[in-house]
Every structure is written in C-alpha cells, then in structure tokens.
Nanobody
Framework: QVQLVESGGGLVQAGGSLRLSCAAS????????MGWYRQPPGKQRELVAR???????NYGDSVKGRFTISRDNAKNTVYLQMNSLQVEDTAVYYC?????????WGQGTQVTVSS
C-alpha cells in the first residue's frame, strides 16, 4: 500500500509563489511516475505536471514556464514550485503516484490565488 501526504497549499496574491510537497510512504518502487493534478471549482480534474522516473517531465499547457516539478528519490517526495500564480490557478491540487499499473492519490491541498 502507498500513502501520499501533501503540504504547502494556502492563500497567495496573484503574481506570488507557492511550493507544494508530497511525501510518499509504503511500498515504493523506483520506476514510478509522480505528479500533480488539480481541480478548479466546478471543473474537471486536469494534469498540472508529472515526473516520470528520475528526470522526464510533462506539464499542462496552462502552467508551462511558470511551474516546475522536481523530486527527491531518497525521500520519495515530489515538489511543485509554482511561480507567477494567477487567479485561474485556484484549485484543489492532488498529488499522485503511479506504479505497476496502479495509481494512488493524496487527499488534496487547496491553493487559492486572490486578485
């Protein structure tokens, strides 16, 4: 079993920055994908960023150039550095880990960007 614990959400003004963290515990395999999805109010969940293995990254179009995903394999932790935040980035952000054809999700952390 895998557990994911997120931290770092909160309230920030537009143009500001936040850093999300997600620590995984349990049966973690080295070849996995970790990342972040988000769900804005009244909208579907969408990919924010993911990191495959050690270095391959993918980003959603709306966050390219503003958000950076990274991971510390020794700590089984993934980070999301969010810069130049916009009101449209307001959402619940969910961490996930995918391995051996199974996906695990965190409980979600709220990010609110005020104008």
């Amino acid at each position: 079993q895998v557990q994911l614990v997120e931290s770092g959400g909160g309230l920030v003004q537009a143009g500001g920055s936040l850093r999300l963290s997600c620590a995984a515990s349990g049966s973690i395999f080295s070849l996995n994908t970790m990342g972040w999805y988000r769900q804005p109010p009244g909208k579907q969940r969408e990919l924010v960023a993911r990191i495959i293995g050690a270095v391959t990254t993918n980003y959603g179009d709306s966050v390219k150039g503003r958000f950076t995903i990274s991971r510390d394999n020794a700590k089984n932790t993934v980070y999301l550095q969010m810069n130049s935040l916009q009101v449209e980035d307001t959402a619940v952000y969910y961490c996930y880990l995918q391995q051996l054809d199974r996906a695990y999700w965190g409980q979600g952390t709220q990010v609110t960007v005020s104008s």
